[in-house]
Structures are given as C-alpha cells and as structure tokens.
C-alpha cells in the first residue's frame, strides 16, 4: 500500500487489484434477484431497497405471476399489489413506485423498459441504483449500481471519500472501464456479505486486506 497520497494512476490499477482478486474469490457473483425480463428485475429491484434479496424472492413468483406487464401493474386494483408485497416493508411507497414506473412505462416507453440511464431515472419511482441494476443486469449496458455495501466498503477501500451514492458512482467509474463496472457492484456486495460484514469485517481472512487501508488485522 501506498504511504503517501495516491495518486490517480496508482488508484486505477488497485481497483483492478482488488476487482481481480474478487473476481477469483467470488467467481459466480451475479445479481441475486430472480427475475425473467427487464420490467420484472425494475420491480424487484424496487422491492429490495431496506429488504433481503432472498425476502424479495419469496415474494416475487406470485406478483410476476400475477402482473405480467407494465400495463396490469398501472391497472392494479388498489391493495392488490400492497397485498402480495407486504412482507418486504415500506410496502405502501414501494407498491406506489411499482405502479407510477409502470405507468409512465406504459404510456411513454410503449410498455418496454427503457434502456438509458437518463430515461430510466425519469421514471417515476426509480433512482440511480434501480436503473443501473436494471441497465447491466437486464440489458447488458454497463451500470455501476450504488448500495450500502457498496457505500461502506468503497469508503474502507478509500477509493472515494463520499457517502453520497451519485458521488460515489462517479468517483468509481473514473477508475474503472465501463467493461467492469456492472460485475465490481457484484463482487463488492458479495463481499459485503460473506467478508466484509459491517460491524465484524473479517480482516483475518479478507482476501483483499493488503489492498485495504483500514484493515485491522487481529493480534495473535
Ligand atoms: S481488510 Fe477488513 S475492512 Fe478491508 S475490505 Fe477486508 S474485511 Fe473489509
């Protein structure tokens, strides 16, 4: 590790460092919500803000099976959404987002997710992270989504100093090439989950410790 400032330069090629190693470490890290298409990734995408990924799963099957466009869930009866989602919380505000995107889906975008980050964030109830989840999960466009893993373990990293997500994004993505940005989100959050646990990170057995400032390696 670098003692004095890093540079930019030296930034960029730890960030590979430490994609690379990750990459190694978690192989088969990819999005964990089920989804079949665009617009239902959008929704469970929305379902997972301050929920488990494995919650919004359980939920997901009988809502899919139930809206199937973007036109059902503008059309829901009122509750009937509310209903199915309950158990991932907030349900009131996330049912409303679900049926405001999907409306402005239908009605400007002919019911087919659109495929920009800036028409994406025009959506009514959709943020930067959803239409990033939704541009390099879905649609294969490179996104850098922007979660609380991704927040706490980048500041540990210090590759950026901001807690804000936009800022965050854009700190991220001047070090990385966009061929990257989609599956660094992944690995950061699968090591958020099984390493670098908030509260408890492992850094014993972290697989990226020499390439973390904040390392605290336990005394023996
Ligand atoms: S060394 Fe510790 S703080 Fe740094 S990434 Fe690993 S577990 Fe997290």
Redesign the pocket.
């Known amino acids: 590790m670098p003692e004095s400032p890093e540079s930019i330069v030296q930034k960029k090629k730890r960030i590979l460092k430490i994609f690379k190693r990750l990459d190694k470490t978690y192989p088969g890290a990819h999005c964990a919500l089920d989804h079949s298409n665009p617009l239902e990734l959008l929704v469970a995408t929305i379902l997972s803000a301050q929920c488990t990924d494995k919650r919004v799963n359980l939920v997901t099957p009988a809502l899919f099976a139930s809206f199937k466009t973007a036109a059902d869930y503008a059309a829901a009866k009122p509750g009937k959404i509310e209903t199915l989602i309950r158990s991932t919380g907030f349900y009131q505000s996330k049912a409303r987002h679900i049926r405001e995107a999907a409306r402005d889906i239908a009605e400007k975008y002919a019911g087919e997710v659109p495929k920009s980050i800036e028409q994406l964030i025009q959506l009514r109830g959709v943020g930067r992270k959803t239409a990033n989840v939704v541009l390099g999960n879905a649609f294969g466009i490179p996104g850098m989504p922007v979660d609380t893993h991704m927040i706490r373990?980048n500041g540990?990293?210090k590759l950026t100093k901001s807690k804000d997500p936009v800022e965050i994004e854009k700190n991220l993505t001047a070090l990385l090439t966009p061929e990257y940005w989609t599956n660094y989100s992944h690995l950061i959050i699968t090591?958020g989950r099984q390493?670098?646990i908030a509260r408890r990170?492992?850094?014993g057995h972290?697989?990226?410790?020499d390439l973390?400032p904040?390392?605290?390696i336990p005394a023996c």
Do not use: A, G, N, T
């Open positions: 373990i540990l990293l090591h390493r670098c990170p492992d850094c972290c697989e990226i410790s973390c904040s390392r605290k």
